[in-house]
């Protein structure tokens, strides 16, 4: 191997950026709208077409992203809401922090996203258990794990008819397919992340919400600029300082402009990897109707640590996304969860493993990790 290998490499994506991403930051830097300028309302015009979302809402981070959609949704004490164990804290971490209570729900086995059957027979439960009470089902956060939409189909009728609401946490998966709907138009609202690693990332922190919905669009335009009114100085209501920067901004737009090649090229590595893997580890189930933004490439392996060794002998990168549910994790410990509780959410936590799977990666590199594998997995 010529050059290591990278988890994710930003710097091969800067070869190819080239003057383009200097030439954006330049044009911010002479006009010095170095807040809310014009590059952020360009990018917001362009992620909505893209996306298909009739209005797009830029923000600080993909953690602000999913607060400001909960906020907008009047989301507090005595709410509760749905969501998957098996995700970055983020997601869990906001609904506390509007004081209301997140509801896990276990994940399906074969695509490691929420399970809607587990969905409908926790709403229907939920008014039976003690750790409830006092509390009114709202909303619902499933997460689009590793890039792969979760089943919006199942989930919006199940909610529909329980008449709540459902927030697509796609952080991992902006320019993913459903059918012929992508991430970010699949639920009532979206939340997306920009952190650098992201599919779309910027070079620090960014995210932005989705909606079709006008009102909502409204209030998380208020939301971002301290619940202002009319103008900044006028507040109707309480809200965050959740701006994006217009440097990050412009720093998307540049990158928006190789976007789709480079979901192109990780969707060929995917197939590269699944053809080469199928059998001897257990690949994350893709529907026929769905394409995935491949955020990351993972898959379950029982000798977890003995692969990552070889991996790491061999000068391969590779991650454990996430090791611990959130129902285990500390954090959330007055909610009251015990092992065993999601033994899906729990085994997935054992045994996935990610492996690189950016744009940037050579047919060399790619056939050098999987033989990698497939030489540690048949001894
Ligand atoms: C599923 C999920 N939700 C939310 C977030 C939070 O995004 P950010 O790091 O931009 O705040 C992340 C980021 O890692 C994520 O993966």
Known sequence: ???????????????????????????????????????????????????????????????????MALMAMDIGPGHAVFTSPFTFIATAEVICLLGAVPVFVDIDENTFNLDPEKFEKAIEDFHKNPRHRGLAPKCVIPVDIFGLPADYKAINEIADHHQLKVIEDGAQSLGSRSGEKMAGNLADMAATSFFPAKPLGCYGDGGAIFTNDESLNEKLVSIRVHGMGRHKYENIRIGINGRLDTLQA??????????????????????????????????????????????????????????????????????????????????????????????????VSETILSIPIHPYLSDEEIDYITETIQNSLRN
Not at 44 to 56: I, P, Q, R, W
Not at 257 to 271: D, G, Q, T, Y
Not at 313 to 327: D, G, R
Request: aromatic share 10%; hydrophobic share 40%; glycine share 4%.
């Open 250 to 347: 412009a720093i998307l737009i540049s990158k928006l402009k190789i976007f789709e090649s480079e979901l192109k090229k990780r969707e060929m590595i995917a197939r590269k990897y699944r053809e080469k893997l199928d059998g001897l580890v257990q690949l994350q189930k893709i529907p026929d109707n769905c394409l995935s933004s491949w955020a990351q490439f993972s898959f379950l392996c029982r000798d977890r640590n003995s692969l990552i060794s070889q991996l790491d002998s061999q000068k391969i990168p590779s991650a454990v996304y996430y090791p611990k549910p959130l129902h285990l994790q500390p954090a959330f410990s007055t909610l009251n969860y015990k092992k065993g509780d999601f033994p899906v959410a729990e085994t």
């Open 1 to 67: 191997m010529k050059k290591p290998i990278e988890f994710i490499d930003l710097k091969a994506q800067a070869v190819v950026l080239g003057d383009d991403i200097k030439l954006s930051m330049d044009k911010v830097l002479s006009h010095g709208k170095f807040i809310m300028g014009p590059e952020v309302y360009e990018l917001e015009k362009k992620l909505s077409d893209f996306t298909g979302a009739k209005y797009v809402t830029s923000c600080a981070s993909g953690t602000d992203a999913l607060l």
